[in-house]
């Protein structure tokens, strides 16, 4: 049993709200690094090399950063619906900068840091949306 669901954040202020995205981002940021070496040693031990192209690199790192962000929010007791909003903040970016990286607006080498720079501003966005599930302040 979870010592504490996702709605029973105490207090109101924005200090659980905060404490959430920081959650969110280590979350990220572990399934990036665990998930990331994990496949990349699994490539090297099959002889494979990870693609050339940028686009399977972001897609992969945002499987794994939604990875360890579902796998932190279900512990914490977060409903699916909330979870895959959150996952998709991951991928949603990809759908604005292939287009950019596709017709040359953007370079190929900055594809991975503009994802990461879209990413966090759309994770507070669905925050945002689903404040009470996140302990934030009530709405007014």
Not at 7 to 30: D, I, Q
Not at 88 to 114: N, Q, R, Y
């Amino acid at each position: 049993m979870r010592a504490r669901a996702a709605h029973s954040h105490h207090g109101r202020g924005w200090w659980p709200f905060f404490r959430h995205y920081l959650e969110m981002v280590a979350a990220m940021f572990v399934g990036m690094a665990v998930l990331g070496a994990a496949v990349r040693g699994g490539m090297a031990l099959a002889g494979l090399e990870f693609p050339a192209r940028p686009e399977p690199a972001v897609l992969e790192m945002a499987v794994d950063m939604s990875v360890g962000m579902i796998v932190w929010m279900r512990y914490r007791g977060h409903g699916w619906a909330g979870t895959l909003e959150m996952a998709g903040s991951m991928f949603v970016p990809a759908l604005v900068l292939f287009p950019l990286l596709w017709t040359g607006v953007i370079p190929a080498g900055s594809l991975l840091l503009l994802e990461h720079v879209v990413m966090l501003p759309l994770m507070l966005l669905v925050m945002l949306r689903r404040r009470d599930e996140y302990g934030g302040p009530a709405r007014v």
